[in-house]
């Protein structure tokens, strides 16, 4: 009889690898110490979780699959727009104002006809639906879930939870059920809150931040059970447990549209003649035909400010796996960040963007969404054929390849992807 071939990928939002520690994470740090670990992950740009969502599910970066950010702009009817990829509602406006969602298949598509995708996810709900925009497979989260055809779950399929532990601990109990059920899918993945949940509101490296990473620790546990006893009964399991970026301590927010205004380079605080998408410690600036006259200004005057540390534009956005014909993405702004510790004693501080549509206070808090060094740490640990147990791998690693990864582990084909299968890295560094 065939080996029945089934990955599992756990999500631990925000957790960066340097807050892995036997104390607050005694499951992680015996799975990295005893599986294969990645001492080079790194995350894509912005360092957002619903980029990363995308990225997650495609295997390519923002440039190819569009998604450009927790904010982004469209360029619309009406003109220049900035939206909340986050909002429950913006699926249904990509494809309305795009005529599509991601501009490249997902891993729920490639694996429709070969037992299936399953998503769980506690965190937005955009997040939680651009890993699987066209509904191949389930997606269940709090702000509806569905089933192939994106048929509504109204029932007790449903997911009622709320952001952070509790929510996390819910989810995770009906996941592991999902694992162990006989139509179980044959990709799962399990997107926690937590510590990304606490650490926007606390300091970084806080008792309440380390609690918050006890408790996805906890949950990590859980699935490790399940696992177990999936591979007793004889199935072939890859496991894979990463973050999608890490965070840094915010010292100041700067209101870049207003820093234009000021310079006489952008109409109004709300004109689309210069459209601002913040997103954390960076942000995407799109501009109107009518206003690109203003680019080498607006260049010039951004990288000149104490809190900017680089501005991209036209085929230097390439560098950041963006592209240059994208109309909501002319330039792309990374604000200053360095190794600063905070209070606690934990390195990297930032400035980030303010936003209208989010007012409240950061500052001390964590967030992320640059280039930041700590921000750009995420982790991974993978178990399974193909990665020797008690190795590390320091080849570079990011997000567009755990696609092309679960794929090869499954004998499918990754073709057409930007990331390729970490099974190749890890040979290669042997």
Known sequence: MKNIRRCI????????RDLILPDSSPTLTALARNACWF???????????????????????????????NKMILDEVRGLR??????????????????????VPTLAQRVAEHGGACIMSNVSPGAAYFNDPDGFGEVFHSAGSYGPGRVPYLDERSLPIKSGYAGDRQMTARFCQKLLATDAPTIATLWLSEPDHSGHGHP???????????????????????????????????????????????THQVDVGLALVEAGLKATADSDDV????????????????????????????????????VHEDQALAQLGLSANDSGNTLAVIMRSDDQANAFGVP???????????????????????????????????????????????????????????????????????????????????
């Open 9 to 16: 990928l756990i999500m631990c939002d925000s957790l960066r």
């Open 39 to 69: 001492a080079n992950a790194r995350a894509v740009f912005p360092s957002t979780t619903r980029v990363s969502s995308a990225s997650i599910a495609t295997g390519c970066h923002p440039g190819r699959h569009g998604l450009l950010g």
């Open 82 to 103: 900035c939206h909340n990829v986050g909002e429950p509602a913006f699926r249904d406006h990509l494809q309305h104002s795009t005529g599509r969602t991601l501009r």
């Open 204 to 250: 970084l490296g806080s008792p309440a931040h380390f609690a918050a990473i006890s408790h996805a620790n906890a949950c990590v546990q859980q699935v490790l059970e399940a696992t177990e006893q999936l591979r007793a009964r004889g199935e072939e399991v890859l496991l894979m447990v990463a973050s999608d970026h890490g965070m840094e301590t915010v």
């Open 275 to 310: 459209v601002i998408a913040p997103n954390g410690s960076s942000c995407m600036i799109a501009l109107a035909p009518r206003a690109r006259v203003l680019q080498s200004a607006i260049v010039r005057f951004l990288s000149q400010q104490p809190w900017c540390a680089a």
């Open 348 to 430: 990297g501080s930032t400035c980030i963007v303010a936003d209208a549509q989010d007012p409240k206070s950061y500052i001390g808090h964590g967030q992320h969404g640059g280039l930041g060094a700590f921000e750009q740490a995420p982790f991974l640990i993978v178990q399974g054929d193909g990665f020797p147990a008690g190795s590390t791998c320091r080849a570079p690693v990011s997000l567009i390849d755990f696609a092309p990864t679960l794929l090869h582990f499954l004998g499918l084909p990754c073709d057409d992807m930007d990331g390729s299968p970490l099974q190749f890295r890890t040979s290669a560094d042997a």
